[in-house]
């Protein structure tokens, strides 16, 4: 069956620009999470949603990052006024519920020039 | 808050030398779940395996093997005979019941040389 997917693989754009991410989760799969992980680094957690419950947003850097999601589907994270400390690559991940193994996609790498 | 430390940065080898990679982990919570990833040259994170912290036995998936112990809250991975294929960078990453975000290590570059 089919992975996570995510669109664009690869985002340039310039300094003060929003941009938006997409994923697509495996599907039947209720919780959904972004992570950021940047050059030589571990992963950053950001966002979590799972089904119709408040999403967690403790990992989200500033009010610049939102991140929404319709029902047990695609979710989207938008970056709004772009700085270069936001180039990295966003990665999305899925899971049957919670505690379950998350499968990722293979990411969005944004370059902010 | 919950923490994991993978000590070693990089690791070089030559195929067929056995490799372990360590994994420390810090957390309050008496019930939480350990994992490792695999990261290849390609960037997808695949997964490896999880645990929870009311099973200690260790396991044994081919040339894999993890060591999970409570006492000293670490949860090594070990591959046998390693082969040029197993180069990449590994994770060790940590949730507990309740936060459901992975907390990831900061990752282990493992290189096997020919």
Known sequence: GAGVSQSPSNKVTEKGKDVELRCDPISGHTALYWYRQ????GLEFLIYFQGNSAPDKSGLPSDRFSAERTGESVSTL??????????AVYLCASSLSRNQPQHFGDGTRLSIL | AQKVTQAQTEISVVEKEDVTLDCVYETRDTTYYLFWYK???SGELVFLIRRNSFDEQNEISGRYSWNFQKSTSS????I???QVVDSAVYFCALSVVGAQKLVFGQGTRLTINP
């Open chain 1, 38 to 41: 940047r050059l030589g680094q």
């Open chain 1, 78 to 87: 938008t970056i709004q006024r772009t700085q270069q400390e936001d180039s």
């Open chain 2, 39 to 41: 990261q290849p040259p």
């Open chain 2, 75 to 78: 949860f090594n991975f070990t």
């Open chain 2, 80 to 82: 046998t005979a390693s």
